[in-house]
């Protein structure tokens, strides 16, 4: 079965146009190669109640079956992702993740740095990255083979 799949990159500089986003349209070329149908993408700045209110309109309005953010999963004040995933989800999933980090320490000690989230809000499955095309493309690579099971269980399908 085909997933769609929502991309939202949670940047302030990227929102106003100083930066040029390189994860985002990284993290779509993954999932279109892992076969999902990219539906949406969007730029956000770094505000938690903007960053939820992205998230309830790509599983509600959009209906993605999947919703990958990048950034804003360090340690900044104005890295507020992971809140703002926590406030809309109806359940997490802690060990998504423990794998992105368990596999990234492997590359990096830094990695245990990132405060990533993974949950579910309805139908969509939501996972966090880190904002640095080098990290999200390693990160989500540790994940993206499982995340078909994942979202085929969510569906009623079964393990």
């Known amino acids: 079965m085909a997933y769609t799949a929502a991309v939202i990159t949670v940047s302030d500089k990227c929102s106003t146009g100083e930066r040029i986003d390189t994860s985002g349209p990284a993290v779509v070329s993954m999932l279109k190669e892992a076969g999902y149908d990219v539906i949406f ?27 990958v953010t990048t950034g804003g999963t ?42 990533a989230a993974a949950g579910v809000r309805g139908s969509s499955l ?24 994942a979202l085929k269980m969510m569906a009623g399908g079964g393990h």
């Open 41 to 67: 993408s969007s730029v956000v700045p770094d505000e938690q109640d903007i960053i939820s209110a992205e998230l309830v309109k790509c599983e509600h309005e959009i209906g993605a079956d999947l919703i």
């Open 74 to 115: 360090g340690l900044s004040r104005r890295d507020v992702t992971p809140q703002a995933t926590k406030a809309v989800v109806d359940y997490e999933i802690p060990a998504i993740p423990q794998a992105m980090l368990y596999f990234s320490l492997q590359i990096t000690p830094r990695a245990m740095l990132s405060r």
């Open 126 to 149: 939501i996972i966090n990255l880190p904002g640095s095309e080098k990290a999200a493309r390693e990160n989500l690579s540790a994940v993206v083979g499982t995340l078909d099971h």
